[in-house]
Protein backbone atom coordinates (compact mmCIF):
# COMPACT_ATOMS: atom_id res chain seq x y z
CA UNK A 1 0.00 0.00 0.00
CA UNK A 2 3.06 2.15 0.12
CA UNK A 3 4.50 1.65 -3.03
CA UNK A 4 7.11 -1.33 -1.46
CA UNK A 5 7.50 -4.32 -3.54
CA UNK A 6 7.81 -7.57 -1.53
CA UNK A 7 9.92 -10.48 -2.72
CA UNK A 8 10.39 -14.03 -0.76
CA UNK A 9 13.38 -15.96 -1.94
CA UNK A 10 15.49 -18.75 -0.78
CA UNK A 11 18.00 -16.04 0.84
CA UNK A 12 15.65 -14.46 2.94
CA UNK A 13 13.13 -11.42 2.40
CA UNK A 14 13.76 -8.48 0.04
CA UNK A 15 12.18 -5.05 0.04
CA UNK A 16 12.84 -2.84 -3.43
CA UNK A 17 11.51 1.01 -2.35
CA UNK A 18 12.04 4.28 -3.98
CA UNK A 19 14.12 2.29 -6.49
CA UNK A 20 16.64 0.70 -3.53
CA UNK A 21 16.94 -2.76 -2.80
CA UNK A 22 17.21 -3.75 0.82
CA UNK A 23 18.11 -7.42 1.44
CA UNK A 24 19.39 -9.34 3.55
CA UNK A 25 20.01 -13.28 4.51
CA UNK A 26 17.32 -14.06 7.41
CA UNK A 27 19.66 -16.69 8.82
CA UNK A 28 20.12 -16.29 12.31
CA UNK A 29 16.81 -13.86 12.34
CA UNK A 30 13.19 -14.20 13.28
CA UNK A 31 12.76 -15.77 9.59
CA UNK A 32 13.74 -18.65 8.01
CA UNK A 33 15.72 -18.32 4.54
CA UNK A 34 12.90 -19.73 2.18
CA UNK A 35 10.37 -17.41 1.99
CA UNK A 36 7.38 -19.30 -0.28
CA UNK A 37 4.82 -16.28 0.03
CA UNK A 38 4.47 -12.58 0.98
CA UNK A 39 1.26 -11.02 1.38
CA UNK A 40 -0.02 -7.57 2.79
CA UNK A 41 -3.64 -7.85 4.56
CA UNK A 42 -5.97 -4.43 4.94
CA UNK A 43 -4.34 -3.44 8.01
CA UNK A 44 -0.57 -3.31 6.00
CA UNK A 45 0.42 -6.08 8.04
CA UNK A 46 2.91 -8.50 5.97
CA UNK A 47 2.10 -12.22 6.48
CA UNK A 48 5.23 -14.06 5.46
CA UNK A 49 5.14 -18.04 4.58
CA UNK A 50 8.18 -19.80 5.39
CA UNK A 51 9.57 -23.77 5.28
CA UNK A 52 9.09 -22.93 9.21
CA UNK A 53 5.90 -21.09 9.63
CA UNK A 54 4.32 -18.12 8.64
CA UNK A 55 5.48 -14.99 9.83
CA UNK A 56 2.98 -11.67 10.58
CA UNK A 57 5.01 -8.74 10.58
CA UNK A 58 4.05 -5.42 11.54
CA UNK A 59 6.06 -1.92 12.45
CA UNK A 60 6.71 -2.48 16.08
CA UNK A 61 6.65 -6.23 16.87
CA UNK A 62 6.94 -10.11 14.66
CA UNK A 63 4.31 -12.46 15.54
CA UNK A 64 4.67 -16.31 14.67
CA UNK A 65 2.24 -18.79 13.75
CA UNK A 66 3.71 -22.70 13.06
CA UNK A 67 2.40 -26.18 14.83
CA UNK A 68 2.38 -24.84 18.09
CA UNK A 69 0.15 -22.65 17.52
CA UNK A 70 -2.33 -25.02 15.75
CA UNK A 71 -0.79 -25.32 12.11
CA UNK A 72 -0.99 -28.56 10.13
CA UNK A 73 2.40 -28.16 9.18
CA UNK A 74 5.01 -25.24 9.36
CA UNK A 75 5.74 -25.02 5.47
CA UNK A 76 3.23 -22.43 4.17
CA UNK A 77 3.25 -22.15 0.89
CA UNK A 78 0.88 -19.85 0.10
CA UNK A 79 -1.29 -16.99 2.05
CA UNK A 80 -5.14 -15.21 1.08
CA UNK A 81 -7.06 -12.77 3.02
CA UNK A 82 -10.92 -13.05 2.20
CA UNK A 83 -13.36 -10.50 2.25
CA UNK A 84 -14.35 -11.20 6.20
CA UNK A 85 -10.41 -10.68 7.45
CA UNK A 86 -10.10 -14.98 7.73
CA UNK A 87 -6.45 -15.66 6.06
CA UNK A 88 -6.41 -19.10 4.27
CA UNK A 89 -2.63 -20.46 4.55
CA UNK A 90 -1.75 -23.42 1.85
CA UNK A 91 1.05 -25.94 3.56
CA UNK A 92 2.95 -28.11 2.16
CA UNK A 93 2.00 -31.15 3.80
CA UNK A 94 -0.45 -30.00 6.38
CA UNK A 95 -2.96 -29.27 3.92
CA UNK A 96 -5.43 -25.78 4.31
CA UNK A 97 -5.31 -23.91 7.48
CA UNK A 98 -7.85 -21.35 8.33
CA UNK A 99 -6.71 -18.50 10.42
CA UNK A 100 -9.61 -16.57 11.92
CA UNK A 101 -9.76 -14.94 15.23
CA UNK A 102 -6.27 -16.95 16.68
CA UNK A 103 -8.06 -19.52 16.16
CA UNK A 104 -6.74 -22.16 13.23
CA UNK A 105 -9.34 -24.41 11.52
CA UNK A 106 -7.31 -27.79 9.26
CA UNK A 107 -8.47 -28.60 5.85
CA UNK A 108 -6.62 -32.01 4.12
CA UNK A 109 -7.53 -35.44 2.56
CA UNK A 110 -9.24 -36.51 5.94
CA UNK A 111 -12.27 -33.87 5.74
CA UNK A 112 -12.69 -33.10 1.90
CA UNK A 113 -9.56 -31.60 0.24
CA UNK A 114 -8.36 -33.97 -2.32
CA UNK A 115 -4.27 -33.60 -1.21
CA UNK A 116 -2.74 -32.35 1.59
CA UNK A 117 0.15 -30.17 -0.34
CA UNK A 118 -1.44 -26.92 -1.45
CA UNK A 119 0.26 -24.49 -3.26
CA UNK A 120 -1.93 -21.70 -4.27
CA UNK A 121 -5.17 -19.92 -3.27
CA UNK A 122 -7.27 -17.67 -4.93
CA UNK A 123 -10.75 -16.02 -3.88
CA UNK A 124 -13.31 -16.28 -5.92
CA UNK A 125 -15.94 -12.81 -7.20
CA UNK A 126 -18.50 -15.16 -5.17
CA UNK A 127 -16.37 -15.53 -1.79
CA UNK A 128 -15.44 -19.37 -2.37
CA UNK A 129 -12.01 -20.13 -2.47
CA UNK A 130 -9.63 -22.01 -5.04
CA UNK A 131 -7.01 -24.14 -4.26
CA UNK A 132 -4.65 -25.88 -6.01
CA UNK A 133 -2.98 -28.64 -5.46
CA UNK A 134 0.65 -30.65 -5.95
CA UNK A 135 0.31 -33.05 -8.51
CA UNK A 136 -1.98 -35.63 -7.76
CA UNK A 137 -4.09 -33.12 -5.97
CA UNK A 138 -5.18 -31.29 -9.08
CA UNK A 139 -8.11 -28.18 -8.03
CA UNK A 140 -10.81 -28.01 -5.63
CA UNK A 141 -12.92 -25.44 -4.64
CA UNK A 142 -14.62 -24.30 -1.04
CA UNK A 143 -18.09 -22.75 -1.04
CA UNK A 144 -19.06 -20.85 1.90
CA UNK A 145 -19.99 -24.27 4.00
CA UNK A 146 -16.22 -25.58 3.55
CA UNK A 147 -17.26 -28.28 1.23
CA UNK A 148 -15.03 -29.12 -1.80
CA UNK A 149 -17.97 -28.67 -5.01
CA UNK A 150 -15.35 -29.03 -7.77
CA UNK A 151 -15.60 -32.33 -9.52
CA UNK A 152 -12.32 -33.69 -9.97
CA UNK A 153 -10.57 -32.96 -13.59
CA UNK A 154 -8.41 -35.51 -14.13
CA UNK A 155 -6.10 -33.34 -16.81
CA UNK A 156 -5.32 -31.04 -13.79
CA UNK A 157 -3.89 -34.09 -11.43
CA UNK A 158 -1.07 -34.76 -13.99
CA UNK A 159 0.71 -30.96 -12.77
CA UNK A 160 1.53 -28.78 -9.71
CA UNK A 161 -1.42 -25.83 -9.77
CA UNK A 162 1.09 -22.93 -8.51
CA UNK A 163 -0.77 -19.87 -9.75
CA UNK A 164 -4.51 -19.30 -9.89
CA UNK A 165 -6.31 -16.16 -11.20
CA UNK A 166 -10.10 -15.34 -12.30
CA UNK A 167 -10.69 -13.14 -15.35
CA UNK A 168 -13.39 -10.83 -15.27
CA UNK A 169 -15.33 -12.82 -17.43
CA UNK A 170 -15.23 -15.68 -14.87
CA UNK A 171 -12.43 -18.25 -16.36
CA UNK A 172 -9.59 -19.42 -14.15
CA UNK A 173 -6.45 -19.11 -15.22
CA UNK A 174 -3.72 -21.78 -13.98
CA UNK A 175 -0.36 -21.31 -14.13
CA UNK A 176 0.78 -25.04 -13.42
CA UNK A 177 4.53 -26.86 -13.87
CA UNK A 178 2.91 -28.54 -17.04
CA UNK A 179 1.92 -25.14 -18.69
CA UNK A 180 -1.09 -22.26 -18.30
CA UNK A 181 -4.24 -23.98 -18.70
CA UNK A 182 -8.33 -22.27 -18.47
CA UNK A 183 -10.89 -23.49 -17.09
CA UNK A 184 -14.42 -21.76 -18.10
CA UNK A 185 -17.66 -23.02 -17.52
CA UNK A 186 -16.54 -25.94 -15.91
CA UNK A 187 -14.21 -27.27 -18.89
CA UNK A 188 -10.76 -26.84 -18.98
Known amino acids: ?55 RLTPSRFTTYSMEQGLNCNNVM ?41 LSLHGARDGSLWVGMEYTGGLNHLDENRRNVLKQQSELTNAAIRVIHEDREGSLWLGTSAGIKKLQAGEL
Open 1 to 55: RRGAVWVGTYGGLTMIADQKVSSRPMSGSLLGDRIYAVFEDREENLWVGSWDGLY
Open 78 to 118: SVYEDRVGTLWLGTWGGGLNELRDGNIRCYGATNGLTHDLV
